[in-house]
């Protein structure tokens, strides 16, 4: 597809065709597309639970203010923000570090320094933990639901759901966010498509508070 018509055309949809399935193989497409995201420092702080089993997405949707669109898709996402994502010893940490040393762009001698980096503007409060885990994983959500619709499918996202439930229900660690879920599979046919919602002009977006 072209892009604009990836971008204009993606929309949070409501109804899911729960007859369409989304076979392995067009899931991981989807997904390996949407780590194209950019990623702070390449950490990639970002997971996902994929249910598919309709005994487990019935359990997630009973915590998601019971919208049908949970069940209803083939699969239902849980994503996660690893707030962790940026501590020395984290398993992709430290796969990240010794990708970049291989491609040239990093050396042993300025690993204390990129370690020091990370913690001032990652970890060094727990308000930037969240917002580094968060900002990281909603950028790949974004890529997520784009590349979903290029594959032809389309996306849900929710944040109307109980965090804490989610995480207890599903055995999630503390150091995980829950940002969002997104349910992904065919629209229905039968049901109508509504409309794109207004948008903020161009003058509406860009503001200036030092004048």
Same mark, same amino acid.
């Given at each position: 597809?072209?892009?604009?018509?990836?971008?204009?055309?993606?929309?949070?949809?409501?109804?899911?065709?729960?007859?369409?399935?989304?076979?392995?193989?067009?899931?991981?497409?989807? $997904?390996?597309?949407? =780590?194209?995201?950019?990623?702070?420092?390449?950490?990639? &702080?970002?997971? @996902? %639970? +994929? !249910?598919? *089993?309709?005994?487990?997405?019935?359990? $997630?949707?009973?915590? =998601?203010?019971?919208?049908?669109?949970?069940?209803?898709? &083939?699969?239902? @996402? %849980? +994503? !996660?923000? *690893?707030?962790?994502?940026?501590?020395?010893?984290?398993?992709?940490?430290?796969?990240?570090?010794?990708?970049?040393?291989?491609?040239?762009?990093?050396?042993?001698?300025?690993?204390?320094?990129?370690?020091?980096?990370?913690?001032?503007?990652?970890?060094?409060?727990?308000?930037?933990?969240?917002?580094?885990?968060?900002?990281?994983?909603?950028?790949?959500?974004?890529?997520?639901?784009?590349?979903?619709?290029?594959?032809?499918?389309?996306?849900?996202?929710?944040?109307?759901?109980?965090?804490?439930?989610?995480?207890?229900?599903?055995?999630?660690?503390?150091?995980?966010?829950?940002?969002?879920?997104?349910?992904?599979?065919?629209?229905?046919?039968?049901?109508?498509?509504?409309?794109?919602?207004?948008?903020?002009?161009?003058?509406?977006?860009?503001?200036?508070?030092?004048?």
């Amino acid at each position: 597809m072209e892009f604009n018509d990836v971008v204009y055309g993606r929309r949070a949809v409501n109804f899911f065709d729960p007859r369409r399935d989304i076979t392995d193989g067009l899931l991981r497409q989807v $997904l390996e597309t949407a =780590a194209q995201a950019p990623s702070s420092s390449n950490l990639q &702080p970002w997971s @996902l %639970i +994929v !249910l598919r *089993d309709p005994d487990a997405k019935m359990r $997630l949707q009973k915590l =998601a203010w019971n919208q049908p669109k949970v069940s209803e898709a &083939p699969v239902a @996402l %849980i +994503v !996660l923000a *690893d707030t962790d994502g940026w501590k020395p010893g984290h398993f992709f940490v430290e796969k990240n570090f010794r990708e970049m040393v291989q491609a040239g762009i990093m050396d042993e001698t300025r690993r204390k320094k990129f370690d020091e980096v990370c913690f001032s503007l990652y970890g060094s409060s727990q308000e930037r933990k969240i917002a580094f885990a968060c900002k990281n994983a909603a950028f790949f959500a974004m890529g997520l639901m784009l590349a979903a619709k290029n594959f032809g499918l389309d996306t849900h996202p929710m944040d109307g759901f109980d965090i804490d439930g989610v995480r207890k229900e599903f055995h999630i660690p503390d150091n995980y966010w829950i940002p969002l879920l997104i349910s992904i599979g065919y629209f229905r046919s039968d049901k109508e498509l509504m409309p794109s919602k207004w948008r903020k002009s161009y003058d509406e977006m860009v503001v200036r508070f030092d004048q």
